[in-house]
């Protein structure tokens, strides 16, 4: 006997619209709550499916912001944004968030295999809990990210690496089709770092929407198919020399 | 065994037993998430909050438990709306909204004509619980129970990560409140046993002695009950042989647990520090 | 904007409050403490008594020409309480103050000089042949209605000399009250004989029917003492030991009264297998339309409550 099934949020209500583009988002403008300078000012990208795309910027440039905005945890101020045709949150379960580190309370009790489980959460919604099919999902990703002999540990005793690997096997088992990666290689060991690369082409491989927050410019023509550049929240035209590949920014979006 | 069967003879000790454990078990299951998602000062609060429901219930010859429940989660709504919307800090809004009620509630009790039907509502009445109490105590303690059961994934998830739950389309302001209700209907019930001012100790004390020596939730969760079990049963013991009142002796037993639960931690700490390092920190 | 939202939290106290308020206020619940005007017709003089016993027994021998305040009103507890500013104006206007006395009111000395009162005080209990409580005289002495008699003579003495001009009629009117008074010693110590002599003990949490039990034949075991609001809540141990030593008198009630853990003296009257008798009239009269309005009737009250829980 299964418990109903009751989603979270307005999932499944909307069924995806084909031939739209995976992402779409036009002159969006966001800010924190609490602050008034935006954070985003005036960004559009058009992302069709299948395509990975870098978010090129420093610091504070607004790439995680826009990450945020299309994962839904940040409303826009102005704007629009479309996920696969649809408004943001009604198609959460194609949608996948590899968030920066920090921002897990690493020492919560519970080990890696609970902390990947829940990604699969989002097919689960309410009262149900997870079955051998989620389990088996969670098992070959952990396996995948090398993280086999440390399921069982709590969170907190990971480093740094192990943990951004527990982060992205979660982030993987929700088979999501859209995937925002947040800097899923800043500051990590080598080992990791071969591990996650790996990872992302064969998830291009396999025809997944990738947009990956990065601030390292080496090697974007080899891993990514088009690039948008922000700075200070703006959209900026690449300097010259640096990758630009398919046209995804303002020109395309609106 | 004698002295163990002695106390038994006296109903009033097997109802206030039975009463000791059921909010004991209660508060120490809810009482990890408390802990983990720190919100003691929130319990606290809510437990001084209940009283101006205790006390207008009273005058207007309602049930007691009824206006408690209902203050609280007016509270507990109220709590969560403040600091939602995020205007003043939530420890701000909790100081205001927990000092304000408490002084409603004094405010009221200074209407009636005394305070002598209050004073067991500060400082719990458990030897004086009737059946019916007891009866609606366990009805509270199973609700709560069964509730966080029932949602123990989406609580556990926003407790660490609200992030992903919210990406998920999960709201952790949705758990949230419903955290607050779950922690307002246990004050409400844990006040019959020991008071509005004892109270936070069951929430916060057998889970913080349990976050102690387990790092793992359903672990941490069996042992702050065993711990809550455990001390309702020697606090009432205390009570009975010693001649010291009983709220204070379940408290303070549970305290003792804490005590014992740090020195355990403290000798397993020593023995790991000479033992080679499992795991080395890249950072 | 801060101060916009700082605003809106005390709206919301506001509306709480105000809700909790006006339904207390709705229930009648909010002015039985503090000062019980209870007549102002054609006030000659003005007279204070500490507490609605006194109060009724001297409106008694007064009668409607004298303007009675109570401080300690109906349903009051002497013990917890506490002066309220609008008491001190009470006493600066009043011409005679009416006290019990034997440290009854421990709070009105200063009261009586933050007022700057110039009214008589007339201490009622001073005819009284007091019997000792805990080392010190016990001040609840209207319980004997033979006390209040001597209460009473002193009234009209004080009404009389505060007030030579009405003297003929604070006279008849204490005459008048004496002999309803002398009906009801008569009628308490009927009422009394009904009860089998093995169960004239009282039970109670609180000694304050020590007059009461000497005036009638009573032995008093204030086993439940722990019980009292004065002490700090029972043990266990010690609710255990009140239940042991209920069952050894073997009486078949017990007294809570108005100033006990009611819930607490449920579970120990449950435990010893004993009634719990309805809540006997202490220190304070009832509701003016209740079973205990006047000083009369709360004794008849007593008396009957205690006959019918005893067998009597």
């Not at chain 2, 408390?34 to 101006?52: E, K, Q, Y």
């Not at chain 2, 998830?157 to 758990?175: C, E, I, Q």
Request: aromatic share 6%; hydrophobic share 45%.
């Amino acid at each position: 006997m299964r418990a109903p099934h009751l989603g979270y949020g307005r999932r499944g209500s909307v069924k995806p619209r084909p031939g739209e583009p995976a992402l779409l988002a036009r002159s969006v403008d966001a800010r924190y709550e609490g602050t008034s300078s935006l954070a985003l000012r005036d960004v559009s990208l058009n992302v069709p499916a299948g395509l990975r795309v870098a978010l090129v910027g420093p610091n504070g440039s607004g790439k995680s912001t826009l990450l945020k905005v299309v994962a839904g945890l940040l409303p826009i101020a102005s704007g629009e944004v479309r996920i696969f045709g649809n408004a943001v949150g009604a198609c959460h379960h194609r949608v996948a968030y590899l968030p920066q580190r920090g921002e897990v309370d690493w020492r919560f009790p519970i080990d890696v295999r609970k902390l990947v489980a829940t990604g699969r959460y989002t097919h689960l919604g309410w009262l149900r809990r997870p079955r051998r099919e989620d389990s088996e999902i969670v098992a070959e990703t952990i396996q995948k990210l090398g993280l086999s002999d440390l399921a069982e540990n709590q969170i907190g005793e990971l480093s740094g690496g192990q943990q951004q690997r527990a982060l992205l096997a979660r982030t993987l088992v929700q088979q999501g089709d859209l995937l925002l990666l947040d800097e899923p290689l800043n500051a990590v060991d080598a080992a990791t770092r071969d591990i996650i690369s790996e990872v992302l082409s064969d998830l291009g491989r396999a025809g997944k929407t990738l947009v990956i927050a990065t601030h390292d410019l080496t090697n974007l023509a080899a891993e990514f198919d088009g690039a948008l550049y922000l700075e200070n929240g703006r959209e900026i035209p690449p300097e010259p020399g640096n990758f630009v590949g398919v046209t995804v920014g303002r020109e395309v979006a609106n | 065994m004698g002295w163990l069967l002695e106390p038994l003879q006296f109903s009033f000790m097997r109802t206030g037993l039975l009463a000791a454990v059921l909010v004991g078990v209660t508060c120490a299951v809810l009482g990890v998430y408390v802990v983990l998602r720190s919100m003691a000062f929130i319990g606290d609060a809510l437990a001084h909050t209940v009283l101006p429901g205790l006390v207008a219930a009273y005058l207007l010859g309602l049930n007691l438990l009824g206006g408690a429940v209902v203050a609280g989660v007016a509270t507990a709504l109220g709590i969560g709306w403040l600091s939602r919307r995020g205007t003043v800090r939530e420890d701000t809004a909790i100081g205001i909204a927990f000092t304000g009620m408490f002084a409603l509630g004094v405010l009221l009790m200074s209407t009636a004509d005394s305070f002598r039907d209050f004073s067991h509502m500060l400082f719990g009445n458990i030897l004086g619980i009737t059946r019916v109490d007891v009866v609606l105590i366990g009805v509270l303690a199973f609700v709560v129970l069964v509730v966080l059961f029932m949602f123990h994934k989406e609580l556990e998830l926003t407790s660490f990560d609200p992030a992903h739950a919210k990406a998920m389309g999960l709201s952790p302001d949705t758990v949230r409140y419903g955290l607050l209700i779950l922690l307002s209907l246990t004050v409400v019930a844990g006040i019959q046993a020991v008071g509005v001012v004892l109270i936070s100790a069951l929430l916060i004390t057998p889970a913080a002695a349990a976050s102690l020596l387990t790092r793992s939730l359903p672990r941490m969760m069996a042992i702050s009950a065993a711990i809550a079990v455990v001390s309702g049963i020697v606090g009432l013991y205390a009570s009975y042989y010693l001649d010291v009142a009983s709220g204070a002796a379940i408290v303070l037993a549970c305290t003792t647990c804490f005590i014992v639960a740090s020195a355990i931690r403290a000798l397993r700490q020593n023995s790991a520090a000479n033992a080679p390092e499992p795991l080395a920190d890249e950072r | 904007m801060a101060l916009k939202k700082m605003a809106g939290i005390w709206r919301i106290f506001g509306v709480v409050s105000s809700v909790l308020l006006a339904g207390m206020l709705a229930a009648g619940c909010g002015a039985s403490q503090g000062s019980d005007r209870q007549s102002a017709d054609v006030s000659s003089i003005k007279v204070v008594a500490t507490n609605s016993i006194l109060g009724d027994i001297v409106q008694n021998v007064g009668g409607g020409g004298v303007e009675v305040v109570t401080l300690v009103g109906r349903d009051g507890d002497a013990h917890t309480f506490e002066p309220e500013p609008s008491d001190n104006a009470t006493l600066a206007e009043a011409d005679v103050v009416f006290e019990n006395g034997l440290d009854f009111e421990p709070w009105l000395d200063d009261l009586y000089e933050s007022s700057g009162s110039e009214a008589r005080r007339v201490v009622v209990s001073e005819n009284v042949d007091t019997i000792s409580l805990s080392g010190e005289s016990d001040p609840h002495i209207w319980h004997d209605v033979k006390n209040t008699i001597s209460m009473v003579k002193s009234i009209r003495e004080a009404l009389v000399e505060a007030d030579p001009e009405n003297a003929e009629t604070y006279r008849s009117n204490a005459e008048k009250y004496l002999s309803d008074l002398e009906e009801l010693d008569e009628e308490v110590q009927a009422q009394i004989e009904s009860i089998p002599e093995k169960n004239r003990i009282l039970v109670t949490s609180h000694d304050t029917f020590g007059y009461f039990a000497d005036r009638y034949g009573f032995k008093v075991d204030t086993a439940l003492s722990s019980a009292s609001t004065e002490a700090s809540d029972p043990s266990a141990g010690e609710t255990a030991k009140m239940v042991g030593r209920i069952r050894e008198t073997g009486v078949p009630a017990i007294f809570a009264e108005n100033v006990t853990n009611p819930a607490l003296m449920k579970a120990i009257a449950r435990e010893a297998g004993v009634e719990l008798a309805p809540t006997l009239y202490t220190d304070a009269l009832g509701k003016e339309d209740g079973e205990a309005g006047t000083y009369i009737e709360m004794i008849q009250y007593n008396a009957k409550t205690i006959s019918g829980a005893l067998g009597g």
